[in-house]
């Protein structure tokens, strides 16, 4: 307030002020207050609007403790947390970066809202489940008082993962360990399956696991819209600007064993104000990596991955945009009420949209690893060391290392196997998805992957890649109608799939949340307070998420989730 | 206990407001956040307001941990005597009415419940009419326990929203007869899992103001329940009865015994 209150009435020039004001603690208020009341009598009489001055209001604080670059889903839900389990109201000092606030772009808005516990790791199973517990009661988290209940739109209508006869063991392990963790999930016969859903063709399909319970979709722009409401409401600021510069100091330090290291802390953040030249700095003292498809860009300015490659230094954050695109058709003679998301082996999913017959749903690529990213980590998870036999005798060294070292991310370099680093995975598809699906049979995904340039639609993509198997899984798709489509990115992480969450080991007051490749959106209540958890205690209370910590991209060690869709 | 409709418009407000703790309220009044230290006319006012509000917040949140523990189940109760008993001992405590297999519809009685209840450990529970009650997510637990149970009504239960709908599947084997009418949070996406209730014969789904299409709806979850008597839109509407109109007994009428 009083930030404000400071630049309305003694204009930009005087700002630098202010920061040494701000830290002054109780007294400020009481100026602030007072300011306030000039400039509400300064408004009041006649010309007092008019300032000489111009306007900063839409300028970012100079200063806040938490800066989060990105308003989606999962930096709100960060903001969220963090003023949620503050020790004392008003503590911390929350600020939103944001630089679209019609979220054209944001993968938030334009995903297809589901949420399910079928995964194959434990931790994604506790995200989705923490985050069903926390949707089921949005209106408790989320009220704020005198606003108008939320109106999430939950559809309960479950998940049903198709598998082949190749896919069908891992299926039954999946849900063995979905069903230990406590979700809902039966196993289906063929023959279950055509007595349940008549419509469906079972070709092919040899098992399936399908979800009863707090698993289905529900409206993105309703979380969005009431986290945004209710953390507006708890104290944090918001800005519309793009976060354009890190400003940090380094230090030089020595490991050991006498390797060199070097430790950053970013002070400043740069703010490009919508529309113009000018920047802001934020002094702060945590920065929070959410802007989701664009967090390697943000990871790149803070100086992540830039180094000698094979070091700490040098690995990247590995999430880049990838394209999704997602279809609604209307089909007259299509599935009814009963139909569930279906996700078929060849990774084509569908879903009811409403009463009216329509449907969407699209098919992505088989999720494979590696290329390009410069994550070091890249060829040697445990998955694919069998079929890479020149990469065993560097991944041992891996593994003999001290826990000490990783804790610190202080690693002695092992350069060994820079040489193999670039070898793809054996073949794309055949060893890296095991999971319930198979890649689609039309696709070599890295090269099909489509240009992540724009949000453009591939109206073929329908015609030649999605359209077969639907037809073929349910034979009323045969005939149906393409209405609208739209394509979405997801903050895609290449290395495993998976979430990244916790402060890098380096820059050590930048946090990530960030890189849930297309389960992002389900889990964000539960990674908003992990991440919320990691800073204000240190460590993870309620899911334990060091699976994911960024120090696995160093190390390769995979958190390999096999049920992506 | 209050009638369905008293009670439908006792509790209807509290999710309407929303529920959050008193905790996040300051911040809502003063979004910008300052601890008042000097007393200013402003501050006065804004202390008068946060106290207003504070109260509303105050029995609200009061309201919410009555339904909360109302529905809270007991575990001592289930130990000792069983899921049936516990079930029944729920309902009852709730204002609603259960029948015992081969007896009697057991309904609360102003003189508390009945001895007899407890000597019930064995006897299954086969219908229950749980009309106008606060039954919640969590207190669903206690029906849901009931495997034998033929026929359910949770008529104008203001608590009873998709997340409830969503978990019936496990009485699947049993459930005959269902009675949704007047729950104001039930909409079609919650009555799109009741597929799973294959042996359902009679299902009630009028006045649902919460189903955006009633008529579409109801041809929806005919034909995704086709053996099944879909009680919907135009059944209602000859009926002309507003919450208000409906006593206990009428409430319950519908499901027989
Ligand atoms: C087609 C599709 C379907 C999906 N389906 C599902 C699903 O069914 N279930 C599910 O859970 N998830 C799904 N997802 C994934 C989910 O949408 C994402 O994982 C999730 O929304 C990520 O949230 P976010 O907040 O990180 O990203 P975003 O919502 O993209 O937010 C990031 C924000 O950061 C901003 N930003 C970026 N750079 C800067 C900068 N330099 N300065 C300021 N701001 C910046 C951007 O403008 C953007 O608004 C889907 C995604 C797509 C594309």
Redesign the interface.
């Known amino acids: 307030m009083l930030r404000r209150a400071l630049r309305l009435g003694l204009g930009p020039g005087l700002l630098g002020r202010g920061l040494g004001a701000h830290r002054e603690g109780s007294t400020l208020d009481w100026h602030g207050k007072v300011s306030e009341i000039k400039k509400k009598i300064q408004s009041v009489l006649p010309g007092g609007a008019w300032s000489p001055l111009c306007d900063t209001s839409h300028l970012p604080p100079e200063h806040s403790d938490v800066v989060i670059v990105g308003g989606g889903v999962l930096g709100l839900s960060v903001a969220y947390w963090l003023k949620r389990l503050e020790k004392r109201q008003g503590a911390i000092r929350v600020l939103v970066v944001e630089r679209d606030h019609t979220y054209s772009q944001a993968s938030t808005v334009l995903s297809v809202g589901g949420i399910r516990q079928q995964f194959s790791l434990p931790e994604n199973i506790q995200l989705s489940l923490f985050s069903v517990e926390f949707l089921r009661n949005i209106n408790e988290y989320l009220a704020v008082v005198d606003d108008p209940p939320l109106d999430l739109q939950f559809n309960p209508s479950g998940y049903l993962f198709l598998a082949s006869e190749e896919g069908a063991t891992i299926m039954e392990n999946n849900v063995k360990v979905q069903r230990q963790e406590g979700a809902k999930v039966c196993l289906m016969s063929p023959e279950q399956l055509r007595k349940k859903f008549p419509w469906m063709n079972t070709e092919g399909v040899a098992l399936a696991s399908y979800g009863l319970e707090n698993e289905g979709w529900f409206d993105p722009w309703c979380l969005l819209q009431g986290l945004r409401r209710k953390v507006q409401s708890m104290g944090v600021l918001f800005c519309h600007g793009e976060v354009t510069r890190f400003v940090s100091s380094s230090n030089h330090m020595e490991t050991a064993i006498g390797e060199k290291v070097t430790l950053k802390r970013i002070h400043e953040v740069h703010v490009k104000v919508d529309h113009s030249q000018e920047y802001q700095p934020v002094e702060c003292a945590i920065v929070v990596n959410a802007a989701g498809a664009w967090s390697g860009r943000i990871a790149e300015l803070a100086g992540i991955g830039k180094g000698p490659s094979g070091t700490l230094q040098g690995t990247k954050l590995p999430v880049e945009p990838r394209k999704r695109y997602v279809y609604l058709w209307h089909c007259p003679q299509g599935p009814g009420l009963e139909a569930p998301l279906v996700a078929d082996p060849s990774g084509a999913y569908f879903r009811r949209e409403g009463l009216g017959n329509n449907y969407l749903g699209g098919c992505s690529p088989a999720e494979v690893s590696s290329v390009g990213s410069g994550c070091r980590g890249e060829d040697r998870d445990r998955v694919s060391l069998s079929s890479q036999a020149s990469l065993a005798g560097p991944v041992l060294v891996l593994m003999s290392r001290s826990p000490l070292a990783l804790t610190w991310g202080l690693l002695p370099p092992s350069t060994t196997y820079q040489a193999d680093r670039l070898k793809r995975p054996a073949r794309p598809g055949s060893d890296v998805c095991p999971g319930q699906r198979k890649p689609c049979p039309h696709l070599c995904p890295q090269e099909e992957e489509p240009d992540p340039g724009n949000l453009e639609v591939d109206h073929d993509f329908f015609q030649e890649k999605v359209w077969p198997h639907l037809a073929q899984r349910v034979p009323a798709f045969e005939t149906l109608k393409v209405r609208r489509a739209w394509a979405g990115y997801y903050d895609y992480n290449t290395f495993d799939q998976n979430g990244v969450v916790g402060p890098h080991p380096l820059v050590v007051n930048m946090y990530f949340a960030t890189g849930f490749s297309g389960h992002g959106l389900q889990q964000a209540p539960a990674v908003g307070r992990a991440v919320a958890e990691m800073m204000l205690e240190g460590h993870f209370q309620t899911i334990n998420l060091s699976p994911f910590l960024f120090s696995r991209f160093y190390l390769g060690e995979k958190a390999q989730e096999h049920c992506i869709i | 206990m209050a009638a369905p409709g008293a009670s439908l418009r006792l509790v209807a407000p509290v999710?309407?407001?929303?529920?959050?703790g008193i905790?996040?309220?300051?911040?809502?009044?003063d979004?910008?956040?300052?601890?008042?230290?000097?007393r200013?006319l402003?501050?006065f006012l804004a202390d008068h307001f946060y106290d207003v509000?504070a109260v509303?917040?105050y029995l609200l949140q009061k309201q919410?941990l009555k339904v909360l523990r109302k529905n809270r189940s007991s575990t001592y109760i289930k130990e000792r005597y069983g899921p049936y008993v516990a079930g029944a001992y729920f309902i009852l405590k709730q204002g609603g009415a259960v029948k015992f297999q081969d007896k009697e519809w057991m309904r609360p009685n102003g003189r508390g419940l009945s001895g007899e209840l407890w000597k019930l450990r064995e006897v299954p529970i086969e219908a229950v009419d749980a009309s106008g009650c606060a039954i919640t997510?969590q207190g669903l637990d206690n029906l849901l326990a009931l495997k034998e149970l033929q026929s359910l009504s949770l008529q104008c239960c203001p608590h009873v929203d998709?997340?409830c709908?969503?978990?019936l599947?496990q009485l699947a084997n049993s459930l005959r007869e269902l009675s949704l009418a007047g729950c104001p949070r039930i909409?079609?996406?919650?009555?799109?899992?009741l597929?799973?209730l294959q042996n359902l014969r009679r299902l009630d789904i009028s006045h649902l103001p919460a189903v955006?299409?009633p008529g579409?709806?109801q041809i929806?979850?005919e034909?995704?329940l086709p053996n099944c008597e879909v009680l919907g839109a135009d059944w209602a509407q000859g009926l002309k009865l507003g919450p208000e109109e409906q006593s206990r007994d009428t409430a319950s009428s519908p499901i027989p015994a």
Request: glycine residues 10%; charged residues 25%; aromatic residues 8%.
């Open positions: 999710w309407n407001r929303g529920t959050s905790r996040g309220l300051s911040r809502s009044v979004p910008e956040g300052s601890q008042r230290k000097g200013t402003l501050q509000e509303r917040e919410v997510y998709d997340w709908l969503s978990r599947y909409s079609e996406r919650g009555l799109a899992c597929h799973h955006s299409n579409l709806t929806l979850v034909e995704m």
